[in-house]
């Protein structure tokens, strides 16, 4: 097991705020800030956190990010693309600063933590004037302070697996709040860099989860997105271990009328954890579970550590206790050595299992993990040619398995106007599936009863009760 893991001390968390008020009287402070973010939930969750301490600061969000005098890009490397993103946008933002000679720029999140990524910053990327890692988020008052009052650039990563609390935030949403419940991840899969760049397992203790719960209840919050690498393996770092199913079930007796949560293990998930979820009335009958290949000898050198019968019997049962969950998966093609076979095997994967939506990705191959290192790498052709076949393959499945919600009743938390019609409003029903239906702007934020009529576009389309 695990050692337990440690806060940040109170006084570190107060020589921090500190450091805010000193900014807020700093006369050289950036008058307008923008968070750009790439990558997850975590990640969409930490810039809450930077925009929090920023408005601490006393410094005001921009509309647009070219009109900003301090930008922020919050990074993501789970796979390439992500990263040549991030940099791409940074560079670009260095023209910017020919027209505003005073903007900042800064570069934070889980690229900053790969190994080597802090001595190329400091050598290749020079224009940029302040970069930390995810282990230092809660570090950022310090390190703007001492941005703001030098002429080099700052560039801080350090290993160190801590838990923050007390941060301030303020959400994107009003209606919906995401809630961390553990940092990290211990699974090692081997494609996969978040161990590296997210550092150990920590669970926050149950009495800081539902502090913060109960908080966020009171100012109205409908729906709560408890957030995890591994959430199944909730708890068992903890002095007194706690599951994540007792968790659930002390959310759900305070009455938080929504509760969702990512991501899952398929090894981790319990039958204790999937008869919660039938027993629980607030937790959403939908369940991300990511799959990441159908063939046996690939989940091995994935290090998934389940088999594919293993899979589907736990799905299986999630289907037997909340009958018509929504499902939903993430599957990677093209891993190293992946067979024709191999490949065949998730695609009789996916038409077994009958998902409501899943998430496909090309391998892309992150230094230091141990996929990266195996012989027999996919060539890109074949990997672009095989997720088309999995993408179509899905598409025409989810035409077919969203049929079973329609004449069904919904709630849908209306999230924004739809993107086809300003007079259509959409949002995510109790199953996790989006639907569409006539509204108006002022219903953001609502939940509202719908029949649902339809299938458009591989999303629900509803009326109102
Ligand atoms: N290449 C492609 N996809 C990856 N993922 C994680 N690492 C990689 C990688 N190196 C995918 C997995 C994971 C999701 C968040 O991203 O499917 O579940
Ligand atoms: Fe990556 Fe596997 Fe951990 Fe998910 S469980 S973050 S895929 S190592």
Same mark, same amino acid.
């Given at each position: 097991?695990? !050692?337990?893991?440690?806060?940040?001390?109170? =006084?570190?968390?107060?020589?921090?705020?500190?450091?805010?008020?000193?900014?807020?009287?700093?006369?050289?402070?950036?008058?307008?800030?923008?968070?750009?973010?790439?990558?997850?939930?975590?990640?969409?969750?930490?810039?809450?956190?930077?925009?929090?301490?920023?408005?601490e600061?006393?410094?005001?969000?921009?509309? *647009?990010?070219?009109?900003?005098?301090?930008?922020?890009?919050?990074?993501?490397?789970?796979?390439?693309?992500?990263?040549?993103?991030?940099?791409?946008?940074? +560079?670009?933002?260095?023209e910017? @600063?020919?027209?505003?000679?005073?903007?900042?720029?800064?570069?934070?999140?889980?690229?900053?933590?790969?190994?080597?990524?802090? /001595?190329?910053?400091?050598?290749?990327?020079?224009?940029?004037?302040?970069a930390?890692g995810?282990?230092?988020?809660?570090?950022?008052?310090?390190?703007?302070?001492?941005?703001?009052?030098?002429?080099?650039?700052?560039?801080?990563? *350090?290993?160190?697996?801590?838990?923050?609390?007390?941060?301030?935030?303020?959400?994107? @949403?009003r209606?919906?709040?995401?809630?961390?419940?553990?940092?990290?991840?211990?699974?090692?899969?081997?494609?996969?860099?978040v161990?590296?760049?997210?550092?150990?397992?920590?669970?926050?203790?149950?009495?800081?989860?539902?502090?913060?719960?109960? #908080?966020?209840?009171?100012s109205?919050?409908?729906?709560?997105?408890?957030?995890? %690498?591994?959430?199944?393996?909730?708890?068992?770092?903890?002095?007194?271990? $706690?599951?994540?199913?007792?968790?659930?079930?002390?959310?759900?007796?305070?009455?938080?009328?929504?509760?969702?949560?990512?991501?899952?293990?398929?090894?981790?998930?319990s039958?204790?954890? &999937? =008869?919660?979820?039938?027993?629980?009335?607030?937790v959403?009958?939908? $369940?991300?579970?990511?799959?990441?290949? #159908?063939?046996? !000898?690939?989940?091995?050198?994935?290090? @998934?550590?389940?088999?594919?019968?293993q899979?589907?019997?736990?799905?299986?049962?999630?289907?037997?206790?909340?009958? #018509?969950?929504?499902?939903?998966?993430?599957?990677?093609?093209g891993?190293?050595?992946? &067979? =024709?076979?191999?490949?065949?095997?998730?695609?009789?994967l996916?038409?077994?299992?009958?998902?409501?939506?899943?998430? &496909?990705?090309?391998?892309?191959p992150?230094?230091?993990?141990?996929?990266?290192?195996?012989?027999n790498?996919? @060539?890109? %052709?074949?990997? +672009?040619?095989?997720?088309?076949?999995?993408?179509?393959? %899905?598409?025409?499945? %989810?035409?077919?398995?969203?049929? !079973?919600?329609?004449?069904? /009743?919904? *709630?849908?938390?209306?999230?924004?106007?739809?993107?086809?019609?300003?007079?259509?409003?959409?949002?995510?029903?109790?199953?996790?599936?989006?639907?569409?239906?006539?509204?108006?702007?002022? *219903?953001?934020?609502?939940?509202?009863?719908?029949?649902v009529?339809?299938?458009?576009?591989? +999303?629900? &389309?509803?009326?109102? =009760?």
């Open positions: 097991m695990d !050692r337990a893991a440690q806060i940040v001390s109170e =006084e570190e968390m107060a020589r921090q705020r500190e450091y805010i008020a000193e900014i807020r009287d700093l006369p050289q402070k950036p008058r307008t800030f923008y968070v750009v973010t790439y990558g997850c939930q975590m990640n969409a969750h930490d810039s809450e956190k930077l925009t929090g301490m920023l408005t600061m006393g410094i005001e969000p921009a509309e *647009e990010r070219d009109q900003a005098d301090f930008v922020i890009f919050n990074t993501c490397c789970v796979r390439e693309n992500a990263e040549r993103k991030a940099l791409g946008n940074v +560079t670009w933002l260095k910017i @600063r020919k027209r505003n000679p005073s903007l900042i720029i800064a570069v934070c999140g889980c690229m900053i933590q790969e190994p080597g990524m802090a /001595e190329k910053i400091l050598q290749q990327y020079k224009f940029i004037n302040l930390f995810t282990s230092n988020l809660h570090r950022f008052p310090e390190l703007m302070y001492r941005t703001l009052n030098t002429d080099q650039n700052t560039v801080v990563v *350090e290993d160190r697996d801590l838990i923050p609390e007390g941060l301030p935030i303020v959400r994107a @949403r209606e919906a709040a995401y809630l961390t419940i553990m940092y990290g991840c211990n699974n090692y899969c081997s494609y996969c860099i161990p590296y760049v997210r550092g150990r397992e920590r669970s926050r203790s149950p009495e800081h989860i539902l502090h913060e719960a109960e #908080g966020l209840l009171k109205g919050v409908k729906e709560i997105m408890l957030l995890g %690498q591994n959430v199944n393996s909730y708890g068992l770092d903890l002095e007194h271990p $706690f599951s994540f199913a007792s968790l659930l079930k002390q959310l759900d007796a305070m009455g938080i009328p929504r509760i969702r949560f990512m991501t899952s293990h398929p090894k981790d998930l039958d204790e954890l &999937t =008869e919660t979820m039938a027993a629980c009335r607030h959403l009958p939908q $369940f991300h579970l990511p799959v990441q290949s #159908g063939s046996d !000898r690939i989940l091995a050198l994935m290090n @998934r550590r389940y088999s594919r019968a899979y589907l019997d736990r799905v299986r049962k999630l289907r037997e206790a909340v009958p #018509g969950i929504g499902l939903s998966t993430d599957i990677i093609v891993f190293p050595g992946e &067979t =024709e076979e191999d490949f065949q095997d998730s695609m009789s996916v038409n077994e299992v009958r998902y409501d939506s899943a998430f &496909t990705f090309i391998y892309s992150r230094v230091g993990t141990r996929a990266a290192a195996m012989e790498q996919i @060539r890109p %052709q074949v990997a +672009t040619e095989r997720i088309q076949r999995l993408i179509a393959l %899905q598409e025409g499945l %989810q035409q077919e398995t969203l049929k !079973r919600f329609v004449g069904m /009743e919904e *709630e849908v938390l209306i999230e924004g106007l739809s993107r086809r019609s300003s007079e259509e409003i959409s949002g995510k029903g109790l199953h996790g599936v989006s639907i569409t239906m006539q509204g108006k702007r002022e *219903e953001i934020g609502r939940i509202i009863r719908c029949r009529t339809g299938v458009k576009n591989n +999303t629900l &389309t509803g009326v109102r =009760e």
